[in-house]
C-alpha cells in the first residue's frame, strides 16, 4: 500500500520539461548562459527580463529552433525522458508539430499568410496524418469559436484579418492537435492595449481548460501576473531569480529584480 | 545527316556522363530530385531544356525518338525538337508511340500503353511540389528528407474550400512508392494514373531548375486526396469527334466563328491509328480520303 503510493507519486512528479546548464553563445557574446530549471505538468513558467537579456535566445533553444552549445533539455516524451538536443532532427521537427507548439510575436512568422483561416488550422492536423476534409473542417470551426474567431472567416485568409484576430488565429494553429508543452515569445507584444487584455483572458482559459503547461516570454509583469505560476528572471543571459510568480514580484530578493518590479527600470 | 559541328546528341560525351549519373540515382530513389548541372541549350528554358538534354544522355544511334507536345507530333516546339535531334543525332524517328524507343513529352502520356524497354522523358517547368506553399528551398528539402508532407494536403484542402473539390487539374502532386511527393509536370491529371506501374522507365528533367528525377518501370505512384474527397482522374464528358474514342483526352477545338467546336483525341497518334482501324466518330472521315 505504501508503496504503491510512493511510485504513484514519483510518477506524477516527473518534471515535463528538465532544463540543466543551457548555454548559447553567438561568437564571443552570450546569448544566454548556465539555465537550468525543471517545469512540471500543467505549469506556466514566465520568462521576464531587459531587453537583450537572453529571453528569445533560450526559448529558442529550448524549442529546438537553435542548437544550444552547452546543456541538456529533457522531454518527458510519451517513450520517456529524451534529451531534445540530442535527438535526430526528424524526431525533434515531428515533436515540435505534435507534442509542442510555438506561438510567435508577430503572427506572420507563425501563419501562412497565403492560406485560409481553415487552412492554418488544419495544417498541424493534415501533418500528423488526418485525411478527411469534412473532420478537418470540423475541428477548424470549432477552434475558430474557441479563440473568438466567428465561423464565417474560416475561408478568409489572415491577411483580412486584424492584429488581435490574426494572433488568436495562430493560437487556434497552434493548439489545435492538443500539445503538452507551448512556448510563447511576447504573445502579446505589438497589440494595442485593449487587445491585448482580451487576448491575455483568451489565454488563462485556454491554459486553465487544457491543463496546458507554457513558457512565455515576456516584456509585461502583467502578463506573467497573470498567466505564470512561477517566474524566471534574467539579465545579461544568466537567470538571476526564480520562484512562484507572486513571491518574486512580492518580495524580490535580487537587486535587479527590485528595480524591475518598482518599475524603475523601463523594461 | 549528323551536323559534324556537335557531339553526338550535342552534348559533349562528359557532360552526358554527368547527367546520366544523376538519372541513375533518379532511378535509384524513386520521386527523389537530384540536382544536375544543367547547359545551355541552343533553345529557351521554355522549350523544355531539361528534358532535352535528358533525352540526349540517354540518346544511342539505335534509337528511334518521337517528340510530343499537348500530345500532338506536329506543333512547333515539338517539331524543333525533334528536328535538333535529328541534325545532332541523326536518329530515326517516328510518330508511332509503339515504334519509339525514347519519347519526349510536354504535358501528355501517350495514350497506348508503353512497354519495356521504352523510356518516357518529360518536360518539367518546376519540379517542387511543396513550392506553391513554401518558398524557401533549403525548408522544402528538409520535407522532402523528413516526408514532412502535411502541406501538400493544404494545398488541396484550399482547393476544396475554394471550388467545393480538388480543382487541381494539371500536375497533380502524387506520392511515390509511399515515400517521396511528385510534381508529375504540367500532365492533366486524367494522365496520372498511367504514372503508376507503368512498363516504362519515366525521366523528368528541369533544365533552369536544374533537376532531374525518375520512376523505373512498376513504380507504384498514388495521387493524394482527401477520403471524403477521393481522386477523380476527370475529363471532358464526350467522345472524340474523329475517332469516337471514349477513353482518351480530349482537346476542345474551335471550328468556326459562330462558336462552333469540335473535341479531339489530344494524343494525335492515337486518334489517327484508330480512324486507320476503321473507328470513326460523328466529324470523322476514313483515313483513305484525307492522306
Ligand atoms: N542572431 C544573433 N547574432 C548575434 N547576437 C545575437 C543574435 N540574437 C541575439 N543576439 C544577442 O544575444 C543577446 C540576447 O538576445 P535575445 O534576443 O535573446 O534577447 P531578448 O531578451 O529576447 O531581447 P528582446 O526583449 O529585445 O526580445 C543580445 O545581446 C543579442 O544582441
Ligand atoms: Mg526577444
Ligand atoms: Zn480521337
Not at chain 1, 526559448?59 to 534529451?83: E, K, N, W, Y
Not at chain 1, 531534445?84 to 521537427?93: F, G, I, K, L
Amino acid at each position: 500500500m505504501g508503496m504503491l503510493n510512493l511510485n504513484l507519486t514519483a510518477e506524477t512528479d516527473q518534471p515535463l520539461l528538465s532544463v540543466q546548464g543551457l548555454t548559447k553563445r553567438y561568437g564571443a557574446r552570450i546569448g544566454c548562459a548556465d539555465v537550468s530549471f525543471d517545469l512540471f505538468p500543467g505549469e506556466v513558467l514566465g520568462i521576464v527580463g531587459e531587453s537583450g537579456s537572453g529571453k528569445s535566445t533560450l526559448l529558442s533553444c529550448l524549442a529546438g529552433h537553435m542548437p544550444p552549445d552547452q546543456g541538456s533539455v529533457i522531454f518527458q516524451t510519451a517513450q520517456g525522458p529524451r534529451d531534445t538536443v540530442t535527438m535526430a532532427e526528424a524526431d525533434r521537427r515531428r515533436m515540435a508539430r505534435t507534442d509542442w507548439a510555438f506561438v510567435h510575436q508577430n503572427p506572420r512568422d507563425g501563419l501562412r499568410m497565403g492560406v485560409s483561416a481553415g487552412g492554418n488550422v488544419g495544417e498541424r492536423l493534415m501533418a500528423i496524418g488526418a485525411r478527411h476534409y469534412g473532420d478537418i473542417r470540423d475541428k477548424a470551426i470549432d477552434w475558430l469559436g474557441r479563440v473568438e474567431i466567428a465561423a464565417d472567416r474560416i475561408d478568409d485568409r489572415p491577411r483580412a484579418f486584424s492584429g488581435g484576430m490574426q494572433q488568436r488565429l495562430q493560437i487556434a494553429r497552434n493548439l489545435v492537435t492538443g500539445p503538452r508543452l507551448v512556448f510563447m515569445d511576447e504573445p502579446t507584444g505589438g497589440l494595442d492595449v485593449s487587445v491585448q487584455a482580451r487576448l491575455l483572458d483568451l489565454l488563462r482559459g485556454l491554459v486553465r481548460d487544457m491543463g496546458l503547461s507554457a513558457i512565455i516570454v515576456t516584456h509585461d509583469l502583467a502578463v506573467v501576473r497573470l498567466l505564470a505560476d512561477r517566474l524566471m528572471v534574467m539579465k545579461s543571459g544568466h537567470v538571476v531569480e526564480q520562484g512562484l510568480t507572486d513571491q518574486v514580484l512580492d518580495d524580490p530578493q535580487h537587486a535587479y529584480t527590485q528595480l524591475l518590479v518598482s518599475s524603475v527600470l523601463q523594461v | 545527316m549528323t551536323d559534324q559541328a556537335y557531339n553526338f546528341a550535342y552534348l559533349d560525351e562528359q557532360t552526358k556522363r554527368m547527367i546520366r549519373r544523376a538519372i541513375l540515382k533518379g532511378i535509384a530513389v524513386p520521386g527523389y530530385q537530384v540536382p544536375f548541372a544543367s547547359r545551355e541549350m541552343p533553345m529557351p528554358y521554355g522549350w523544355g531544356t531539361g528534358g532535352v538534354q535528358v533525352t540526349a544522355a540517354c540518346l544511342t544511334p539505335e534509337d528511334t525518338l518521337k517528340v510530343i507536345d499537348q500530345g500532338a507530333d506536329d506543333t512547333t516546339n515539338a517539331v524543333s525538337i525533334r528536328k535538333f535531334f535529328q541534325r545532332t543525332a541523326g536518329v530515326a524517328v517516328t510518330e508511332a508511340t509503339a515504334e519509339a524507343s525514347i519519347i519526349q513529352t510536354r504535358h501528355r502520356i501517350p495514350e497506348a500503353t508503353l512497354t519495356e524497354g521504352q523510356i518516357l522523358v518529360y518536360q518539367v517547368p518546376i519540379p517542387e511540389p511543396l513550392r506553391f506553399l513554401e518558398p524557401r528551398e533549403t525548408e522544402t528539402r528538409k520535407m522532402h528528407e523528413l516526408e514532412e508532407y502535411g502541406l501538400m494536403h493544404v494545398k488541396l484542402y484550399e482547393d476544396i474550400a475554394r471550388h467545393g473539390t480538388i480543382a487541381t487539374a494539371y500536375a497533380y502532386p502524387v506520392k511515390v512508392e509511399g515515400r517521396y511527393v511528385m510534381d508529375p509536370s504540367p500532365i492533366p491529371k486524367f494522365d496520372n494514373p498511367k504514372l503508376s506501374n507503368s512498363a516504362a522507365i519515366q525521366l523528368f528533367g528541369a533544365g533552369r531548375e536544374q533537376r532531374i528525377y525518375a520512376l523505373p518501370p512498376y513504380t507504384h505512384v498514388v495521387s493524394l486526396d482527401f477520403d471524403d474527397h477521393p481522386f477523380v482522374p476527370s475529363k471532358a464528358p464526350h467522345d472524340c469527334d474523329l475517332c469516337a474514342a471514349s477513353d482518351s483526352y480530349l482537346d476542345e477545338v474551335i471550328t468556326d466563328d459562330q462558336g462552333g467546336r469540335m473535341f479531339v483525341c489530344s494524343d494525335t497518334d492515337f486518334c489517327r491509328t484508330r480512324r486507320e482501324a476503321g473507328h470513326l466518330g460523328p466529324l470523322g472521315v476514313p483515313m483513305q480520303e484525307t492522306v
